[in-house]
């Protein structure tokens, strides 16, 4: 497609993509970022044992795109849940797309420095913070966040900032 701009022709800006071909790129794009099946397994156990939170909250300080996916506002516990692939995880996301492999392990590193700059930014500012995995179980994971959550509450009680 051309562009005439100014009776000038000009060829519009070539982005350089990771995807190997458009369709692989559209399946990634509506890659669900929120409300993953693991993340409404967790809140959905957290809420029936009594837990109130809130919801994918921009809490992070220093930062505007950062969203905490389960937030328990008053003790101060951030809760993330992320994929094993996307984040990284040692024990089920070392398997690599053989598609555009040049991409893929700084893609993954840059994840994983951007979610340990959001813990150490969240815990500076007093903030518990949770990092569950995808493959782990639910009630488990959710054992870890109750438990967190009331020491936090506890260990406010009668205190004034």
């Known amino acids: 497609m051309v562009v005439l701009l100014n009776d000038v022709v000009r060829e519009p800006p070539r982005t350089v993509t990771w995807a190997s071909d458009p369709g692989v790129r559209q399946r990634m794009q509506l890659q669900a970022r929120r409300d993953t099946a693991p993340e409404l397994a967790l809140r959905r156990e957290l809420h029936r044992r009594g837990l109130r939170y809130r919801l994918h909250l921009p809490v992070v300080p220093g930062t505007r795109r950062r969203l905490v996916d389960v937030v328990?506002?008053?003790?101060?516990?951030?809760?993330?849940?992320?994929g094993c692939f996307w984040?990284?995880?040692?024990?089920?996301?070392?398997?690599?797309?053989?598609?555009?492999?040049w991409y893929w392990p700084a893609k993954i590193e840059r994840n994983v420095r951007r979610d340990l700059d959001t813990s150490e930014r969240l815990g500076a500012?007093?903030?518990?913070?949770?990092?569950?995995?995808?493959?782990?179980?639910?009630?488990?994971?959710?054992?870890?966040?109750?438990?967190?959550?009331?020491?936090?509450?506890?260990a406010t009680i009668g205190r004034r900032d």
């Open 72 to 82: 328990f506002v008053g003790p101060k516990v951030a809760v993330f849940v992320d």
């Open 87 to 101: 984040h990284g995880c040692r024990e089920h996301g070392r398997t690599l797309p053989k598609a555009n492999s």
């Open 125 to 154: 500012a007093g903030w518990a913070v949770l990092r569950i995995w995808e493959h782990e179980d639910h009630r488990e994971a959710a054992d870890r966040v109750e438990q967190a959550v009331e020491s936090r509450r506890h």
